[in-house]
């Protein structure tokens, strides 16, 4: 059984370019959370999701950050016209239910230049 | 306000010595983890605490929770260079949706 997977692992954008961050949960996982990690920090919620459904959006920054969960395929954290405080891990985890262990995937690095 | 807090931030330690870190959190809850990080790498799990005075070990760590006292320790015996790592706790309070809040983390290095 795969573990959480993420894509890309490394990425690179110029200020005001978007990047799109890809997470698969673990087969049988139906939830999915998206932390974000500054350097020398710890990791802060952005995000939970269910399959189509967005259940705390609370971590979010307002503008520019948005996160899907279709039916089908991956979760997507999309970040647009990004900014140099952009830069950071992106860690995602995933769940079979809202209360069981989360399950972290090796992380997405961003770095804009 | 849901909070975390970890302390010491920064640890020093010879081989073959113990030590403890602290993991304070704000409020009621009973599930708590700590995490192992290496450099640039994703979380390793290592405990997983479910109930008040659980206590867990693996190889020379220790970690226990206190629900009442709002307090985890993860205790290091006789400390070895491959320790030497960042270590977090994340509590969910669970309050309807399930995330987590991280402490600060403790850098420790461990001095051969």
């Known amino acids: 059984n795969a573990g959480v997977m993420q894509n890309p692992r490394h990425l690179v954008r110029r200020r005001g370019q978007e990047a799109r961050l890809r997470c698969s949960p673990m087969?049988?996982?139906?939830?999915v959370y998206w932390y974000r990690q500054l350097p020398e920090e710890g990791l802060k919620f952005m995000v939970y999701?269910?399959?189509?459904?967005?259940?705390?959006e609370s971590g979010m920054p307002k503008e520019r950050f948005s996160a899907e969960f279709p039916k089908e395929g991956p979760s997507i954290l999309r970040i647009q016209q990004v900014v140099r405080g952009d830069s950071a891990a992106y860690f995602c985890?995933?769940?079979?239910?809202?209360?069981?262990?989360?399950?972290f995937g090796p992380g997405t690095r961003l770095t804009v230049t | 306000e849901l909070k975390v807090e970890q302390n010491p931030l920064f640890l020093s330690m010879q081989e073959e010595k113990n030590y403890t870190i602290y993991c304070n959190y704000s409020?009621?809850?009973?599930?708590l983890y700590w995490y192992r990080q290496d450099p640039g790498k994703s979380l390793e799990s290592l405990f997983v605490l479910l109930s008040n005075g659980a206590v867990k070990q693996e190889g020379r760590l220790m970690a226990s929770l206190d629900t009442k006292a709002r307090l985890s320790t993860l205790h290091i015996t006789a400390a070895v260079h491959d320790l030497s790592a960042t270590y977090f706790c994340?509590?969910?309070?669970?309050?309807?949706?399930?995330?987590?809040?991280f402490g600060t983390g403790t850098r420790l290095k461990v001095l051969a």
């Open positions: 994340a509590v969910d309070f669970t309050s309807g949706t399930y995330k987590y809040i």
């Open positions: 999701l269910q399959k189509e459904n967005i259940i705390d």
């Open positions: 985890a995933s769940s079979p239910a809202g209360e069981d262990e989360q399950y």
């Open positions: 087969k049988g996982h139906s939830h």
């Open positions: 409020t009621t809850s009973d599930r």
